[in-house]
Each structure stands twice: as structure tokens, then as C-alpha cells.
């Protein structure tokens, strides 16, 4: 999988203001998790990666509405209920699990 460096220096440098990881200087220099894999979530790095985490540009703000009907708009109220459920999922999944399951892959 190819990164761009852009994006890539972007997102550590998020990732190191938000206390996720941190830089190893020396012989093998590079990145470390400053936490512990089982207390960061899939949550915490994705709201860093992406500008939003909604499945819909409706629920980032009204004006987003191509109909002006967000108020009323049966379909943004469903979309808002799922986009909750991704969130709550991805709260739940942690960067130990992604690697509990990598290696169960693996093996």
C-alpha cells in the first residue's frame, strides 16, 4: 500500500499532538505508541485521519441539505441514527483488537 508523504506526515503529526504516538530518536529512529494498543481506539484514529467520520455530508451541517429540508427530512433523522452506531463501534474497537485480529489472520 503506498501512503503519500503528504498525507502521512499529516496524520503523525496529528497523531503526536493527540498523545497517540511519539518519536524515537537514535539508531531506530521513527514512531511509538505513547499509549498502551488496548487504550486507543479505532475512534481516536480515524477522527484524526478523516475531516469527518459522518456517512453523510447532512449530518455535518443543515446547510448541506440540497433540499433545504434538513429540519424535516425523514432520511437525514436514519442517517444520524446509523452514523451514531459507526461511532459507537468504532469507540468500541481498539487498536489491540486490530492486532488481535491481524495476527489471528496470520497464523
Known amino acids: 500500500m ?8 499529516k496524520l503523525t503529526k ?4 493527540s498523545c497517540i ?3 524515537v530518536q537514535g539508531a531506530n529512529e521513527g514512531y511509538k ?3 498502551r ?6 475512534y ?23 433540499r ?6 425523514p432520511v437525514r ?9 459507526f461511532n459507537i463501534k468504532f469507540k468500541s474497537i481498539t487498536v489491540q483488537n486490530l492486532l488481535d485480529r491481524n495476527n489471528n489472520v496470520n497464523n
Do not use: F, Q
Open 44 to 66: 481516536d484514529v480515524l477522527s484524526l485521519a478523516e475531516r469527518s467520520l459522518n456517512i453523510n455530508s447532512c449530518i455535518d451541517d443543515l446547510k448541506n441539505c440540497s
Open 37 to 42: 494498543p488496548e487504550d486507543i481506539t479505532l
Open 21 to 23: 504516538i511519539e518519536t
Open 14 to 17: 496529528s497523531l503526536r499532538l
Open 77 to 85: 433523522g436514519i442517517l444520524y441514527d446509523i452514523n451514531n452506531e
Open 2 to 9: 503506498c501512503v503519500p508523504s503528504e498525507y502521512l506526515s
Open 33 to 35: 505508541l505513547s499509549k
Open 68 to 73: 433545504n429540508a434538513a429540519d424535516t427530512c
